[in-house]
T-cell receptor, first 116, second 112 residues
Framework: DGGITQSPKYLFRKEGQNVTLSCEQN?????MYWYRQDPGQGLRLIYY???????QKGDIAEGYSVSREKKESFPLTVTSAQKNPTAFYLC???????????????FGDGTRLSIL | SQQGEEDPQALSIQEGENATMNCSYK?????LQWYRQNSGRGLVHLIL?????REKHSGRLRVTLDTSKKSSSLLITASRAADTASYFC????????????FGKGTRLHILP
């Protein structure tokens, strides 16, 4: 079945450490997104990519970095510059063919990041 | 704010009753989407309603959109325990920056 796979499900970060969250999709979607969700809150956009080798900052990009070397993969690195990284991170993808905006986003099951 | 605002923030109803959640917004939109999130899981898309549509149905779900009032509602009829989740409205604006803005959600709890 097609879908989005995020790994790991749980991740712990030590002070001063960078960690990378994986997101892989086999839906053949061009667009991919990273969101951060804090308890009881909505989703805030970190980075998004509409095509391979291109990505844009979202609303809260500071302390994060991404790459988009392959269509299927959009890894997120949480750097040591992100001082409050504890959150639930969600990756999504979307088909941007045809009617540009009238396509829903498909989500992975998230990675929960905590600080040791 | 471009964010949709759901109302109420939390809702508890008896199984079998109908649940209504509302979303208000301030900007012009291309479409509005509703998503469900079970605890500790990703979001699942429920319904997309375009700005030129007024009502859509999908199974036990009914979504309305009033662009003059900049509001939408999600009705779940004959609720079930499995409907317990958070429900988010998401706005797709008129520009082509490919962003979807999510609200903070309504937490729905179905009581047995």
């Amino acid at each position: 079945d097609g879908g989005i796979t995020q790994s790991p499900k749980y991740l712990f970060r030590k002070e001063g450490q960078n960690v990378t969250l994986s997101c892989e999709q086999n839906l053949n979607h061009d667009a991919m997104y990273w969101y951060r969700q804090d308890p009881g809150q909505g989703l805030r956009l970190i980075y998004y990519s509409q095509i391979v080798n291109d990505f844009q900052k979202g609303d809260i990009a500071e302390g994060y970095s991404v790459s988009r070397e392959k269509k299927e993969s959009f890894p997120l690195t949480v750097t040591s510059a992100q001082k409050n990284p504890t959150a639930f991170y969600l990756c999504a993808s979307r088909n941007t063919q045809g009617s540009y905006s009238n396509q829903p986003q498909h989500f992975g099951d998230g990675t929960r990041l905590s600080i040791l | 704010s471009q964010q949709g605002e759901e109302d109420p923030q939390a809702l508890s109803i008896q199984e079998g009753e109908n649940a209504t959640m509302n979303c208000s917004y301030k900007t012009s939109i291309n479409n509005l989407q509703w998503y469900r999130q079970n605890s500790g899981r990703g979001l699942v898309h429920l319904i997309l309603i375009r700005s030129n549509e007024r009502e859509k149905h999908s199974g036990r779900l009914r979504v309305t959109l009033d662009t003059s009032k900049k509001s939408s509602s999600l009705l779940i009829t004959a609720s079930r325990a499995a409907d317990t989740a958070s429900y988010f409205c998401a706005l797709n604006g008129l520009n082509r920056d490919d962003k979807i803005i999510f609200g903070k959600g309504t937490r729905l709890h179905i009581l047995p």
